[in-house]
């Protein structure tokens, strides 16, 4: 019989209390997965749209006090674009609203005659006219949750508009979203002359430093805004701030009642066992071999309950990216490093919820357990 | 006195509790030699399951001097190394684990020891073979005899080739004709191995196969022959 063999029959002795444990330590690790990859496919996305436009900097209101970047005059364009190394710059409008069936639909407004018409491809129709205020093209993602086709009408707040063209982007946001002319949301919005994000593309052979020297520019000229690097974007958004600490509150939540979980069920098997633990040392185990295994349990628990949470987070995102609420926004990004630390979190779960009892054990007086 | 030479040898050992209120043992001194077979007898409270837990090393907190195997046990640094090397333990209510089978309970002092499982396996079912159970390796204590069980109970003393064998009321619990075998076990052990032997009991039979007896009354040893 092996050391690993007699852990694993203390373990399987009681079945019950220790899938119960478990399921505790799935559960929060499970919460740690998912809403991690929630977050980290939020943050990716939008850097896809970035990276799938090519844009090198991306302009904005330094401080966001709600989902999406409040509003400035798109007028600062004429002045960035005199900026040097600045090749081109589109305005964009974009907000979240509740679009019939689908509770969160991306709608944006991009500037006419810029680079962000270039990298979509139209599948299907065409795009809307400069002027026009009534049509709208929408992403493929978008088309199938909301089961609308070209010449289809779409109610957005008050307005309706008709389907004019289905277009294909490489990032999942912008496939979920539904794209207008910068006038028409200007008016939508009741926010006309103003925009929400400058999308700047440099001159070709513009270096990082020159482009660093650029930002701190823009930082210095246009109070208030601020040039992101376009990876960068997502971070400062006030909802991406708001979900990373949710995430972080949900999962240590979770992770508490996981150790206390673990602290529980070895703490109650250990009680249960203080005779065996008196016999094992009456013949001679040492206290360190005492407190091993006690401890190998429960490391053994939280290793099993972190392989489980993993799977159970990877499923959970699943669903959760499926929900009307995120469905088309994002991809849940679950990448090996993510899993790497959930099962080290869920060792360190099973180590300290083994600690304590792995203490009292070793410290057991034979003579007296025996006696009980 | 003994003619072999010592394995133990105990000087005015005392031992009390509840602050001094109650003394188990009040100056108890003895040589038991290399071998020899010994039965500890006295009425209930007379403290043999006290000087039993202090042979035994499960008890360091005591007055005097106590050495086997040239060892001084009293602030024992640690005495689970010492119980490991030179002591096997019978109890008399067996004392084995309820989820193990026979022939787990007999490896697990062997954790102490650098064998490997395979190493460990063998030895146990040797030794189980030795007490006449090879074919009840696999079973659960609750699914063996109360003579079985301590049968296993003494294979599992034997685990870690001890020098010296302490039971407790072996055959305390078990019926005449269990506690016959077992008599016979330990004799055999005893001889073949020629392994110092410590039985602390109430029944006269039991104390009949010992080399000599030690009598024990309110803390004391009774009668010259048996002190050091």
């Keep these: 019989m092996s050391f690993l063999q007699l852990i694993l029959k203390n373990l399987l002795r009681r079945r019950s209390r220790s899938l119960l444990t478990l399921a505790g330590i799935a559960i929060g690790i499970g919460a740690v997965v998912s809403l991690s990859g929630i977050a980290s496919g939020f943050e990716r996305s939008w850097a896809n749209v970035y990276k799938a436009r090519g844009t090198d900097l991306v302009i904005t209101k330094t401080i966001a006090r709600s989902t999406m970047p409040g509003p400035f005059p798109a007028t600062l364009k004429s002045e960035i674009q005199k900026l040097p190394h600045v090749r081109e710059v589109g305005g964009l409008l974009s907000d979240v609203f509740s679009v019939e069936d689908s509770p969160t639909v991306l709608v944006i407004g991009w500037e006419p005659k810029t680079s962000l018409w270039k990298h979509v491809t139209l599948g299907s129709g065409r795009w809307p006219d400069d002027s026009s205020t009534d049509t709208v093209a929408i992403g493929s993602l978008s088309a199938e949750m909301l089961n609308k086709k070209l ?157 489980l949470g993993c799977g159970l987070g990877v499923a959970a995102a699943r669903l959760l990216e499926r929900s009307p609420w995120v469905a088309g926004k994002l991809e849940a990004s679950v990448d090996p490093a993510l899993f790497g630390i959930a099962l080290l979190i869920a060792i360190a779960l099973g180590g300290l919820g083994g600690l304590y009892p792995a203490w009292i054990g070793s410290r057991m007086s034979p003579a007296r357990a025996l006696r009980q | 006195m003994t003619s072999r030479p010592p394995l133990i040898e105990v000087r005015d050992l005392r031992r009390s509790f509840d602050h001094e209120a109650v003394q188990a043992l009040r100056g108890v001194s003895f040589k038991i030699g290399q071998g020899e077979s010994v039965s500890v007898r006295g009425p209930s409270g007379s403290g043999k399951t006290t000087l039993l837990n202090v042979l035994g090393a499960l008890d360091c907190q005591f007055e005097g001097t106590v050495t086997i195997d040239s060892v001084e046990l009293r602030d024992l640094a640690q005495p689970e190394r010492f119980r490991a090397r030179t002591i096997g333990f019978v109890f008399q209510s067996f004392h084995l684990l309820a989820a193990l089978t026979a022939i787990e309970n007999v490896q697990m002092p062997m954790f102490e020891r650098d064998w490997k499982p395979a190493e460990r396996r063998e030895r146990a079912a040797a030794l189980l073979k030795m007490v006449g159970l090879e074919n009840r390796m696999d079973h659960l204590p609750a699914k063996l005899s109360g003579g079985e069980r301590q049968r296993v109970a003494i294979a599992r003393s034997l685990a870690n080739e001890p020098k010296l064998l302490l039971a407790d009321e072996p055959t305390g619990n078990l019926d005449s004709t269990n506690a016959h075998k077992i008599l016979e076990v330990l004799q055999r052990i005893h001889q073949e191995r020629n392994m110092t032997m410590i039985v602390v009991t109430h029944d006269a039979e039991v104390a009949a196969v010992t080399n000599r007896t030690l009598h024990l009354r309110d803390g004391q040893l009774q009668g010259a022959a048996n002190g050091a």
Excluded: Y
Excluded at chain 1, 204 to 228: C, N
Excluded at chain 1, 234 to 244: D, F
């Design chain 1, 151 to 307: 010449g289809d009408k779409i109610q957005i707040e008050t307005r309706e508009f008709t389907v004019c063209g289905i277009f294909r982007s490489a990032a999942l946001a912008e496939s979920g979203a539904i794209v207008m002319p910068l006038p028409a949301m200007q008016s939508l919005t009741e926010k006309d002359g103003m925009v929400n994000f400058f999308d700047v593309w440099l001159e070709p052979r513009t270096t990082p430093a020159q482009t660093d020297e650029l930002r701190a520019l823009i930082k210095t000229k246009f109070s208030g805004l601020t040039a992101f690097d376009p990876g960068a974007v997502s971070e400062s958004n006030l909802a991406m701030q708001i979900a990373k600490a949710m995430t972080w509150a949900v999962s240590s939540i979770a992770l508490v009642v996981g150790a206390i979980g673990v602290m529980n069920t070895i703490l109650m098997s250990v009680f249960e066992r203080l005779h065996e633990i008196g016999i094992l040392l009456a013949i001679g185990w040492r206290r360190a071999r005492i407190m091993q295994m006690i401890l190998a349990e429960s490391l053994l628990l939280g290793l099993i309950g972190g392989i």
